[in-house]
Structure formats: structure tokens, C-alpha cells
């Protein structure tokens, strides 16, 4: 039923028949994130991968794996805030401020929609730790959605992003030094790199501003993002960018 109400959200918006994969990697429901063999000593239908020692060692050496992907998106975000902070100008700091917001708004939903799915399945007491990164994240969306209606050279400009930065930090520390790992504990290197290609194929459809008020869970906030990324995208055509090679969309015009 929930497949059905994506599928329907998707029509609506006109989505062509000749993206079916794309399609079904957001939608899908995540049932067989990671499981294989059930935990012991569990109630739950929590199940992981059969790993070896040497499997755990291939996974967090790995450049492909899900945390890595996700640790080059963490230092992604850290430049262009230092970038929007040395930036000289206010029209330089504009088109970092847009990548930023860009970029951390894309992560933020991907994780949510790929990531947290498999911990709540893959990890013991995952669904706490999914749900506590869940509410981390909202805090991160109010302040982003407060941040990216800002104009660069306001007094408020400045701070709003470091009160921003600073909560941040400590996420992301938590993330990479505790949650990541635990995942990667659970995965096989051969699945860790599926969910980071699926982690990075779901950023190509999210939505690229923040909007707190959207539902933070699939599959609603699946249809939800279908609906509201093309109307995201579509203004980030008229928006300026950095002028420099980065996975940002194409540079516009003046400042904006």
C-alpha cells in the first residue's frame, strides 16, 4: 500500500517511465536493509550479516563503504561553511550559502530515508540511536530553514550559521565515532557499498532546501521529497553557485 501511495506521488509529478530504478530505490521500504542471519538473545527481527574478523576489517578500510561515503559528505558541509565564513564578499557568501544548504539538506534526508532504516534493522537498540539522529536532524532543519532565508551581510547572518555548525559538530562526531561504526559492524563490505550507492543514487531525487515540517520517516517522507524536489530544483536553476568544480548544480547568474 505504501509502494502504491510513492508510486502515486511520483505520477503525479510527471515522473517518466524511464527511471524506474530511481524510482523503486525510494520507495522501497527497506525490509531487507541488512538482515541475514537473526541476533542472538533477540526478541526482535533485528538481523545482520555473518561476518568474519576479516570481513570488519575490509568494511572500515573500505572507500566505498556507507560510512565513507558519508564521512566526504560531513567534509563537504565543514568547507563550505568555512567557505561562507572567510568569504570576502556578500555575494560570494551567498553562493556558499546556497551549496550549504544544498548540500546538507540532500545528506540530511538521504540518511534519514537509507541509513537510519538500516540501523533500526541491522543494529542492537538501533531504532533508539535511528530515532535520536531523527531528532538531532530536526534541530538541524529549523535552523537550516531559518539560515537559508537569511541575505548574507546581515547581523544575524554569522551566528545563525555557527549556532548551526556548532550542534552539528557534535552529530556528526557522534555519528562517525559510534553509529557508523556499529552499522559497519553489521555489514558485509559487498552490502555497506550498496547502501552507499543507494545512499548517493537517493540524493539525486531529494529535495535541496530544508523544510522542517516535512515528515522525517519512509515512506512518507518519500512522498513528501517526490513532491517537493522538483519544485526545489527547479529554483535552484535561478540560484547562484561557487565558481569552482564541486558536485554542486551549474553556477546562475548574480547573487541570489
Known amino acids: 500500500m505504501m509502494l502504491q501511495r510513492c508510486l502515486r506521488a511520483s ?17 522501497r521500504l527497506y525490509s531487507d536493509s541488512i538482515g541475514s542471519n537473526s541476533l542472538p538473545n533477540s526478541k ?39 567557505k561562507i565564513v572567510k568569504a570576502s564578499d556578500p555575494d560570494e557568501q551567498r553562493r556558499f550559502q546556497n551549496a550549504f544548504v544544498w548540500e546538507l539538506t540532500r545528506h540530511a534526508i538521504a540518511e534519514e530515508l537509507v541509513v537510519y532504516p538500516a540501523i533500526e ?26 539560515f537559508q532565508r537569511m541575505s548574507p551581510g546581515g547581523a544575524d547572518f554569522i551566528p545563525a550559521l555557527e549556532a548551526l555548525m556548532k550542534d ?16 559497519e559492524e553489521a555489514l558485509l563490505s559487498t552490502r555497506s557499498k550498496a547502501l552507499a550507492e543507494q545512499f ?6 531529494t529535495p535541496t532546501r530544508s523544510h522542517p515540517s516535512a515528515p522525517n520517516k519512509p515512506p512518507y517522507e518519500t512522498a513528501v521529497g517526490l513532491m517537493t524536489a ?10 547562484s553557485w561557487p565558481d569552482e568544480p564541486s558536485r554542486k548544480p551549474p553556477s546562475g547568474g548574480p547573487a541570489r
Open 230 to 239: 522538483p519544485i526545489d530544483r527547479l529554483r535552484d536553476i535561478f540560484r
Open 168 to 183: 552539528l559538530k557534535i552529530h556528526i562526531q557522534e555519528e562517525e565515532e559510534h553509529d557508523l561504526v556499529k552499522l
Open 121 to 146: 534493522t541491522g543494529v542492537t537498540d538501533g531504532k533508539i540511536m535511528a530515532d535520536k539522529d531523527r531528532a538531532e536532524h530536526q534541530v538541524t532543519k529549523d535552523q537550516l530553514y531559518k
Open 44 to 82: 526482535s527481527k533485528t538481523a545482520r550479516d555473518k561476518r568474519t574478523l576479516e570481513d570488519l576489517k575490509q568494511t572500515l578500510t573500505q572507500t566505498d563503504s556507507i560510512s565513507s561515503v558519508i564521512r566526504d559528505d560531513h567534509q563537504e558541509i565543514q568547507r563550505y561553511y568555512e
Open 200 to 205: 548517493e543514487l537517493t540524493k539525486a531525487f
Open 11 to 27: 505520477r503525479l509529478l510527471g515522473a517518466r517511465a524511464s527511471m524506474p530504478a530511481a524510482r523503486m530505490t525510494l520507495c
